[in-house]
Nanobody
Framework: QVQLVESGGGLVQAGGSLRLSCAAS????????SGWFRQAPGKEREFVAA????????DYADSVKGRFTISRDNTKNTVYLQMNSLKPEDAAVYYC???????????????????WGQGTQVTVSS
């Protein structure tokens, strides 16, 4: 059984930083990818960043490039999202997600992700 458990959300002032964690268990080991999505009230869920576990390759949404960094710790089966220079528009519920498969490119569509965490709230005050 796959479990993804997020932590690290909270309230931060604009310009501040937060680090989200996603502890994964039960994920298939073959070509697995973990990603972060977010959903603000009244908006659709959107891709933020993703990482391929075996080689560490990453991809980011344009809106977070240069500010957010995704990483993974293979020994802890944990994925991190370091968020710097946070803006009020970054406020949302952040979801950890994962899939395993042979895609050549990292998926950015939430429909491609099979496994989801429960979400963690990030609030950014201006």
């Amino acid at each position: 059984q796959v479990q993804l458990v997020e932590s690290g959300g909270g309230l931060v002032q604009a310009g501040g930083s937060l680090r989200l964690s996603c502890a994964a268990s039960g994920l298939p080991s073959t070509r697995r990818v973990s990603g972060w999505f977010r959903q603000a009230p009244g908006k659709e869920r959107e891709f933020v960043a993703a990482i391929r576990w075996n080689v560490g390759s990453t991809d980011y949404a344009d809106s977070v490039k240069g500010r957010f960094t995704i990483s993974r710790d293979n020994t802890k089966n944990t994925v991190y999202l370091q968020m710097n220079s946070l803006k009020p528009e970054d406020a949302a519920v952040y979801y950890c997600a994962a899939y395993s498969g042979g895609r050549v490119t990292i998926a950015k569509n939430d429909h491609d992700y099979n496994y989801w965490g429960q979400g963690t709230q990030v609030t950014v005050s201006s």
